[in-house]
Every structure is written in C-alpha cells, then in structure tokens.
C-alpha cells in the first residue's frame, strides 16, 4: 500500500484546511486509515482513525470537536478537514494505514510522505 498525502499549507489562526491522503494497492476493511502529527522536536502523536470497513471514528482529545476524519472508499481517499486551527497544531501530517491498535504509531503498516501544516498566531 502506498499513501500519498497532500492539503498542507500555511493558515492563520482559526482557520481551516483539509487534507487528503489517497491509499493505492489493496486495502481491508478490518484495518484503519489513521492520521498522525509531528511538531518540531516533539515526538509523532495520533490525531484521529477510521476503519475502512465502519463508521466509527477516534479522535486525540486536543482535536475533538475541531477536526473530522472521512473517507470515500470509491476514491481510496481519507480526510481530515481542520477548523478553527491553533499554533499549537502546526506539524507534519501524516496519514497511516493498518491497525488495529489504531492510536498507535506501532499499529500501522504503512505510511504517507507527510504535510506540513503551520498555523500563524
């Protein structure tokens, strides 16, 4: 499986973005599609999943109520749209597939290039 990640950008504070993260190769609807952030010196952390094959959804509580994680199966594409942005969410964004476990980096298999996302105060 091969992702590629892409939507990042530079926003002031309360703004929006979306990303996008396209899945190619053979996915399961037992295993999740999962985004995952870095900020500068501090380590990669989860943000929110989905398993392909469900509705449920998971969420980092820094996120919760801000950002909203999708898919389109038909298009192998997974979201995260993004409101009302904090400095604090400035990172690289990383879209993941694998798990279960799904909060965790160990839980996925495969990885996106990552996208920068850098809020303005």
């Known amino acids: 499986v091969q992702l590629q990640a892409c939507g990042g950008g530079l926003v002031q504070a309360g703004g929006s973005l979306r990303l996008s993260c396209v899945a190619s190769?053979?996915?399961?609807?037992?295993?999740?599609m999962g985004w995952f952030r870095q900020a500068p010196g501090k380590e990669r952390e989860f943000v929110a999943a989905t398993f392909l094959g469900g509705y449920d959804t998971y969420y980092a509580d820094s996120v919760k109520g801000r950002f909203t994680i999708s898919r389109d199966n038909a298009k192998n594409t997974v979201y995260l749209q993004m409101l009302n942005l904090k400095p604090d969410d400035t990172a690289v964004y990383y879209c993941?597939?694998?798990?279960?476990?799904?909060?965790?980096?160990?839980?996925?298999?495969?990885w996106g290039q990552g996208t920068l996302v850098t809020v303005s105060s």
């Open positions: 993941a597939y694998g798990g279960p476990p799904i909060a965790t980096i160990a839980g996925y298999d495969y």
């Open positions: 190769g053979r996915t399961f609807s037992n295993h999740a």
